[in-house]
């Protein structure tokens, strides 16, 4: 018991394991159910594919929710970011390069994000709007322009495949992976930008001053600010990174489809949270995985994919989707706690409010 | 005045302070020597926190003037980072850590050894806060280290951190506020150990408390606020803690009868 215990302790030190092994066995899972499917490399440069934009979503959303915040306007800025873009390389396509156009819409598609991240931090930590209201009223705000400026209309990017901004960032890299038929399976290069981007912000996260403010601001903002953080800057520029990082993962999925739809990124929400906090992110802030949110993603993203995969109806799919979920956050809580005691004294004190269970365990360490 | 021999690490000039028309604080005049521990009693209400709050660049004072090492402090101007500036910490009951956070972030939060694009040296910042840990606290918890967070800690451990930081970063004069509140015998008994340290250490420190036994057991000179106006400094030398309580409870009872008739 003692050794399963330091184990166990161990295990949970490492960051986004439980999450890591729950999408394994996921795999492994649908490996043995649906040989034909898993055991091929199609589904998964698939899942790089479609995983992509709402992972780098997560990633974001991740440093926001740590820093005890919620964004609840990213699918907007997903939308509003792919018509700025859009708009971008149509007007300015036919008079000058391609390729420089398309970065221009880039450019530009990222400040528009930036702009819409910035006005909601400003509502957060100027005037002190609550965020999951300031968002909301974001969310429906610029869901709204994006429709007004399209006319509701979707629009099609007819010369993009050929750009070479859509070759970096939503291209295909082939001769990696074995491929019979030459050149129909390559890896997604949106894959790669969104596993740099994890790695970026797991060092912003955990080794830049920035990343320790977000910490201690989830944590306790008045301990925070009595350390000399400035809460309300930081904030700030939270939103506004969050803003960027929307619209970037707009743009991807933008150049993907080769259409900007006004209503891409609407439904991402809830998945994109699920992915977050799978991933062993706190909702109550000071704690943040990026690791977690990186396995997180892809276990929401194969879901439902590889339960189709298996052969069994398609009802199942939100069911399994469910039981996933709730067995990755409690293998979290269990491991994360590096405790497996933990777990057993709040089975045994069941119903009473676990706030008053945790607080009763050091005052009978002190009367010893 | 100041500037010569050994100046006071904080001097109160007839400090006023109203809020509104409650008259707060009246003619406060104390200093606090550049070694001294200085226990602050009274009652709830007395002022005490009012006081405090001024001192640390939370408030501003009506009128008066303060010395922060034997100079003038521009009160129009002193808020809580030129208090840190001047070398003035407050450790709070509970505000003064990040609960779910290691302790070498713990110490080094707001004010982190970074390279110059803001990364941190996490390398140094361990080996220091081990060193705080260990040589300026004494700091010997069962299991213990730098990268525990703080909610593993028991409540006079956390005390010992925030003090520890704030004896680093070269505080000379550590404000301690009601620091024992709510914890029990044991932990109180270590809170005590580290304010020793701070006299250990050459610096000043002004503990706050209405545990009169605990103020009484680490204190040079005792200070008594009642309605906003100090009744009395007595030296320890010059009492015991049964005199002092004795003091405290007839002086409670000679303004509750004054206030009676």
Redesign the interface.
């Known amino acids: 018991m003692k050794r399963a215990r330091s184990l166990i302790r161990l295990l949970g030190k490492i960051e986004g394991l439980p999450v890591a092994v729950v999408f394994v066995i996921l795999i492994i899972a649908f490996i043995i159910t649906a040989p034909d499917v898993f055991l091929k490399w199609r589904i998964y440069m698939s899942f790089l594919q479609t995983v992509a934009p709402p992972l780098i979503l997560g990633l974001g959303l991740t440093l926001v929710i740590t820093a005890g915040e919620i964004d609840l306007s990213f699918p907007a800025t997903v939308a509003f970011a792919g018509y700025v873009f859009t708009w971008s390389f149509r007007t300015f396509g036919d008079n000058m390069d391609p390729t420089l156009a398309a970065l221009i819409g880039l450019g530009l598609a990222l400040i528009a994000g930036g702009f819409v991240g910035y006005i909601n931090g400003l509502l957060v930590a100027r005037i002190g709007v609550p965020a999951i209201m300031a968002t909301l009223a974001a969310q429906f705000f610029w869901y709204g322009v994006t429709v007004l400026l399209a006319g509701g209309l979707q629009a099609a990017l007819k010369t993009i495949e050929d750009n070479r901004v859509h070759s970096v960032l939503t291209g295909r890299i082939y001769g990696i992976i074995p491929d019979p038929a030459r050149g129909r399976i390559g890896i997604p290069t949106q894959a790669l930008w969104a596993l740099g981007l994890a790695v970026v912000l797991w060092i912003i996260l955990n080794r830049h001053k920035f990343g320790e403010a977000v910490m201690f601001i989830g944590d306790n903002p008045n301990v925070a600010r009595v350390m000399g953080v400035n809460v309300e800057t930081t904030k700030i520029q939270l939103f506004t990174l969050m803003g960027v990082i929307a619209a970037f993962a707009g743009v991807i999925l933008t150049l993907e489809m080769r259409v900007f739809y006004p209503t891409q990124g609407q439904g991402m929400l809830l998945p994109v949270m699920a992915a977050v906090f799978i991933g062993g992110t706190s909702m109550a802030g000071g704690v943040g995985s990026i690791v977690g949110t990186f396995f997180g993603s892809y276990i929401i993203g194969s879901l439902e994919a590889g339960v189709v995969a298996t052969g069994i109806s398609g009802f199942w799919v939100q069911l399994v989707q469910g039981a996933v979920m709730g067995g990755s956050v409690v293998l979290n809580t269990i491991l994360g706690r590096g405790d497996i005691a933990v777990l057993s004294d709040r089975v045994r004190q069941w119903g009473i409010p676990m706030r008053a269970a945790s607080r009763e365990a050091p005052s009978s360490d002190l009367g010893t | 005045m100041a500037e010569e021999s050994a100046p006071c690490a904080l001097q109160m000039v007839n400090i006023e302070k109203y809020f509104g028309l409650v008259h707060a604080l009246s003619n406060i005049n104390m200093e606090v020597g550049r070694n001294e521990i200085v226990g602050l009693i009274g009652d709830n209400g007395a002022g005490k926190s009012t006081m405090v709050k001024i001192l640390t660049g939370v408030h501003r004072p009506t009128s008066g003037e303060l010395y922060v090492a034997g100079r003038k402090v521009d009160l129009d101007r002193y808020n809580?980072?030129t208090a840190?500036s001047y070398g003035i910490e407050?450790v709070?009951q509970d505000?003064?850590?990040?609960?779910?956070?290691t302790l070498w972030?713990n110490f080094f939060?707001?004010?982190?050894i970074?390279n110059r694009?803001?990364?941190?040296k996490?390398g140094e910042e361990k080996r220091i806060a081990r060193e705080i840990m260990l040589n300026t606290i004494g700091f010997r918890g069962r299991g213990i280290t730098v990268d525990s967070t703080v909610s593993k800690l028991?409540g006079g451990e956390r005390q010992g951190v925030a003090i520890g930081r704030a004896m680093h970063f070269e505080a000379e004069l550590i404000v301690l506020d009601e620091p024992t509140v709510a914890l029990?015998l044991?932990?109180v008994h270590k809170v005590l150990n580290f304010v020793h340290k701070i006299k250990e250490a050459g610096k000043a420190c002004i503990y706050i408390s209405h545990a009169l036994h605990d103020v009484y057991e680490v204190a040079d000179r005792f200070i008594v606020l009642d309605r906003g106006e100090i009744v009395a400094s007595i030296e320890k030398g010059n009492t015991t803690l049964k005199e002092l309580d004795t003091f405290l409870l007839e002086y409670a009872h000679g303004l509750k009868d004054k206030r009676e008739s």
């Open positions: 809580v980072k840190h407050t709070y505000k003064s850590l990040g609960e779910k956070q972030r939060v707001g004010r982190q970074t694009l803001g990364f941190i996490v028991s029990s044991k932990e």
